[in-house]
């Protein structure tokens, strides 16, 4: 089987597994839900409109955290071997990517609105750029979180591994698509962020071609 057939299989597997378990995304979203009620309510109107949109990426990224840490942390034994037998370590490392990237999209999105309908009361300048930037930050913390979880799960102490490892390279993401989504607050064109944009997917491909170098030789661990 191609790896093309083995990746769009792995990923449909995922996909109706979290279709059958739906209180895991159901979860998720509560909880990013929860957090932007618990924000507008303790802090109402009090912020400028660029402080809740560091307030927005703070929480979409303790969403993140909890959304793609149990992508490798929750498999048991048994799913590793089935994995083991049935498909190649590239495949399995490049569908968990894009699943991930697919649902922190989703939760980005939804994130967002909820954020503008109980919190943010002011107006986006740019709301394309805004919704671009949005998504382009939640695959980076989706294919930085993956990469990560899945070194963390060879671990004894998975989930200070995780914290370790993640925190280097969250904190440039984390800049950077507060600066992109501030220049969108204010209107400036698509050629301002430009910079940004590129920052963000070139970090999604060296994330992803190292998983497809580096996974292989810890999948055989």
Known sequence: MSLTHEVSALLRKELLLE????????GLLMYALSMV??????????LPAQAWNVVFWVILLFVSVNAIAKSFMSETIGQFLYLYNVASARAIILSKLLYNALLMSGIALVTLLCFIFFSFKGSFGNPGLYVTT???????????????SAIASRARQKT????VLSFPLVVPQFLVCISASSKA?????????AS???F??????????????????LWRD
Request: charged share 5%.
């Open 185 to 193: 607050l204010l209107g400036d064109p698509w050629s301002a962020a």
């Open 196 to 198: 940004e944009r590129i």
């Open 37 to 46: 009620f618990v924000v507008s309510l303790g802090l109402q109107s009090s």
């Open 160 to 163: 200070t591994l995780l914290a």
């Open 134 to 148: 949005g998504l382009l930050g939640s695959w980076t913390f989706a294919f930085n979180m993956s990469l990560v």
């Open 19 to 26: 279709w059958k378990q739906k209180f895991a995304i159901y």
């Open 200 to 217: 963000c997917a070139s970090f999604i491909l060296i994330i992803a071609a190292n998983s497809v170098i580096l996974f292989p030789f």
